[in-house]
């Protein structure tokens, strides 16, 4: 079977291991407990029936004090660009982040997911920054870890992108 | 390039006859010459050629240096330097292309030094213990002896034990498990997460500690005896997982199996986008790495040993059973000694395989050497010194009294309380005596006999019985009795001198009457004296007896006590008789 490594990029606290958690497991937890290193999981998806394994590295959010290690990226079919509606600067740091990535490892499949949409009266991003990132042809989805929405399309949306290229 | 004849320099100009000549000439050259020509034209055009001049050398370079070569070392010198050259600008270039061709050669290059430098360690770690004198020392010295190995490859070949758990070939750049196998016991997690955690350790000790590029994580030890140990390749990685302690030969196992999938699936590789299907004929080599050694089992003992050492045990066993249950008889011995009436063990040793017993024994008690058989115990093993004594326990008691009284087997004797009881039956004269000198032995309070029968009594009662059912027969109208009954009479006089005999000894008085009977044949006057007669008659036969007359008295009834209505003679016979009667 097809196996793929996909890396969950984001800053801290953006919803990476939620949505990997709610991917995977089904699950969701409000607790909020930071990601050290990184932590690996599987998940078995079927993208136009052909059934694919995907490896989420779900790597610990970015800060002042730790960067994405590029060793990490290295070999990635496709990344989860995790951006946190409810902070712009999180949606900042996301373009940051994404130029760094395709300055060590070449331009692979990406989307870019608007996560914590259940947090409608905190909402951070206006239509105007998301039409800025269109025009750097970025793909958006929105998703809520908690809720449990937009999840599996997040992630079928990359294996989408990631089988035809 | 070619050149006409007429640009050759002969000719010089216009001239008919020399022309005419010089054609001439020319002619002459052409058929003397013309081959030649042709020839020189054609190697002309050879040497101003390059392309041809190219093709010339190729065909003889290579057997010219070979045989240059075998000459002398010219060529090598004049092409070092360009080859040097050469490799460096490679380098430069692109490092990666000279990584990958010189990848195969290298490994086993380093594998030989490393063999060799573990050859030069086990020599040295021979000399280090050397001097060591342990047992196992000693044991594998012998073996190394044995075997014509180096001791120190004895010494590993014993403290190795181990076993290859799970063979990872993971995908260096995306950390994806290329192909995963494991041995039958093993127990595993998820593979492709276990790589991937494996790889971002590596990347993460990798970054964290600025290694070289060609420095790596290369093992983890994860508790007392498991460890992973990393193989590097240029595109892929190889963990194994191993249980114990394995040789260092297991790494260059390892590594020699990372170069061979190098070399056979390099392309694959490569081109590797997660599908592990395409490398699947790696596999085998894979399952060639999942390794076990285990400690030779000890090799059995000769048989004969074992039959001499079981026999050896068995009879140690049976000596030690044997010396317990002896030792167990003879406490029990004294057990029963010291409980033995009569019997006061004051102290008792054991010296010299000899137990001595000291004490107080009455001469009535038990014998100790027949209590000794009983236990089953020898006799020899044991000495007696026993001072003699008087025991007033009862049962020794009661042995006194019996011994002094002689009691008959019919009494039955028994002491408790200071009371002594005498039940069954016993003589007149044994009773009278026991009464008498019971009185006489010290200890006994009181004699109770009520329980115990007069013998004598006994048979003078049965007697008087047996007497008075007695009858003799007579003659008709005499005093003679009736032939055939001397039987009865002998019988009688037995019983009677018996029961006079009895009488005297119980110091009773008896009188016995000899009573005469007639039948009613005849007149009472005469039947009166009739009777009289044969009364008198019969004691006079006792008297003949021996008998004494003063305990008889003879008396005739006559017809008067019938002993049966006379209805026929046999009636009649019947009352012609004497009886027997007691008197007081």
Known sequence: MLKKKICMLGMYSVGKTSLVRRFVHSLYEDRYLSTVGVKIDKKLVEIDGQPMEFLLWDIAGEDDHFSVPSSYLRGTSGCLLVIDGTRKATFDAALDLWQRTEEAIGSVPFVAVLNKVDLTDQWDISPKDLEDRDRLNWTFVKTSAKWGIGVEEAFATLGQKILHP | ?584
């Open chain 2, 1 to 584: 390039m070619t050149q006409s004849p007429t640009d050759s320099g002969y000719d010089k100009g216009p001239d008919p006859q020399v022309s005419q000549e010089a054609l001439d000439i020319e002619e002459l050259r052409r058929l003397i010459a013309g081959p030649e020509r042709i020839q020189i034209r054609q190697l002309r055009e050879r040497l101003e050629n390059p392309e041809l001049r190219i093709k010339d050398i190729s065909q003889i370079l290579a057997e010219a240096i070979v045989h240059r070569t075998s000459q002398d070392e010219k060529i090598a010198k004049a092409l070092a330097p360009t080859v040097e050259k050469a490799i460096e600008s490679s380098i430069k270039r692109n490092r990666k292309v000279l990584v990958d061709a010189l990848f195969p050669v290298m490994g086993p290059a380093i594998r030989k030094a490393v063999a060799s430098a573990l050859h030069g360690m086990i020599e040295s770690f021979d000399k280090t213990i050397e001097y060591g004198l342990s047992p196992k020392g000693l044991k594998w010295r012998f073996e190394a002896f044995r075997t014509k190995k180096p001791f120190g490859e004895i010494v590993l070949l014993h403290t190795l034990l181990f076993q290859v758990e799970q063979i990872f070939l993971i995908h260096r750049k995306s950390s994806l498990v290329i192909q995963h196998v494991m041995s039958k016991d093993a127990k595993i997690q998820d593979p492709d997460l276990v790589a991937g955690m494996l790889s971002a350790i590596r990347d993460f000790v990798h970054d964290s500690f600025k290694l070289k590029k060609e420095e790596s994580l290369d093992m983890l030890r994860m508790g007392a005896d498991r460890t992973i140990w990393i193989e590097q390749g240029s595109l892929a990685v190889l963990a194994a997982v191993i249980r114990g302690t394995p040789p260092s030969e297991l790494r260059l196992a390892l590594r020699e199996t990372l170069d061979t999938i190098h070399l056979e699936h390099g392309e694959a590789l490569e081109a590797f986008d997660g599908d592990p299907a395409l490398l699947e004929s790696a596999r085998p080599d894979l399952e060639n790495c999942l390794q076990a050694r285990t400690k030779p089992k000890p090799k059995k003992a000769f048989p004969l040993f074992w039959i001499l050492f079981g026999v050896g045990i068995a009879v140690l066993g049976i000596l030690i059973f044997f010396s317990i249950q002896g030792h167990r008889r003879s406490m029990r011995y004294l057990e029963r000694l010291k409980a033995e009436p009569g019997i006061q063990v004051t102290s008792a040793e054991k010296r010299s395989g000899l137990y001595r017993i000291y004490g107080f024994r009455d001469p009535l008690a038990a014998d100790p050497v027949e209590l000794l058989t009983k236990e089953k115990l020898k006799s020899g093993g044991f000495a007696f010194n026993f001072e003699s004594y008087t025991s007033a326990h009862p049962q020794l008691v009661l042995k006194r009294i019996v011994q002094k009284l002689k009691p008959p087997e019919t009494a039955h004797l028994d002491f408790r309380d200071d009371v002594l009881s005498i039940s069954g039956s016993a003589s007149h004269l044994w009773i009278s005596k026991t009464r008498e000198a019971v009185q006489a032995i010290p200890g006994i309070l009181k004699c109770d006999d009520s329980h115990l029968a007069d013998l004598d009594v006994i048979e003078f009662e049965d007697l008087k019985k047996a007497v008075e059912n007695r009858f003799f027969l007579f003659e008709f109208r005499s005093a003679e009795m009736i032939p055939g009954q001397e039987p009865e009479l002998q019988a009688f006089i037995k019983e009677l001198k018996r029961f006079l005999n009895l009488a005297e000894g119980l110091e009773k008085y008896v009188r016995i009457e000899i009573v005469g009977h007639a039948d009613s044949n005849g007149s009472e006057w005469a039947n009166l004296i009739l009777s009289q007669e044969r009364a008198d008659h019969f004691l006079s036969l006792l008297v003949k007896e021996g008998l004494d007359p003063k305990s008889f008295q003879a008396s005739g009834r006559g017809s008067r006590e019938l002993y049966r209505e006379e209805k026929t003679d046999r009636d009649r016979e019947l009352n012609r008789r004497v009886t027997i009667h007691m008197i007081g």
